[in-house]
């Protein structure tokens, strides 16, 4: 009985914020990844300081094909505002990657996960999954999927980010 309860109680948690986006502040996982101009590898940890977009995806997810020319609006509004987007793919193969951003290019970091090491350690639901992190290393946002309807509260979200670690 306890352990159906559990996961009713779970499964609710995961459908609230699925619609709502609403989380409490929690620890980013930290993990490290190849930066593509640098070759170096970094760790998210280093990256304090900055507010994070940290979004999962897959070359058959449908919603990301939407999602990227968005993010390419908030790279581009906000990169130089200590603003950072990092979408991990999550696709078994590079070629299958490399297809979908020969048609939506992204304009942000890409970090591959092949082995899809990170989506488990996140708790990712759904693809795609997208978190903000602020500029103490905190999830403060999570957003199951993406609908062009969500562009504006997303964005609010961020502005309040930047506000609050000063970079606007």
């Known amino acids: 009985m ?4 559990h996961t009713i109680a779970g499964l609710i948690a995961v459908v609230l914020l699925s619609i ?21 590898r970094v760790a998210l940890s280093e990256l304090r300081g900055d507010v994070l977009y940290i979004d999962f995806w897959a070359s058959w997810c449908g919603p990301c094909r939407q999602s990227f020319p968005f993010m390419n609006e908030l790279h ?22 490399q297809k979908f951003l020969d048609r939506i290019p992204a304009d942000f970091q890409i970090v591959y996960d092949h082995a899809a090491a990170l989506p488990p350690v996140f708790g990712v639901e759904g693809m795609p999954t997208a978190y903000l992190v602020d500029h103490r290393g905190q999830i403060i946002y999570t957003k199951i999927g993406f609908r062009l309807g969500d562009r504006e509260g997303t964005e609010a979200r961020i502005v309040e980010a930047l506000t609050a670690a000063g970079k606007l």
């Open 2 to 5: 306890r352990r159906i309860q």
């Open 20 to 40: 709502t986006g609403q989380v409490q502040a929690q620890p980013v996982p930290n993990f490290s990844f190849i930066d593509q101009e640098s070759g170096q």
């Open 76 to 97: 581009a509004r906000y990169k130089d505002r200590g603003f950072r987007i990092l979408a991990v793919n999550v696709d078994e193969t590079l070629a299958d990657a």
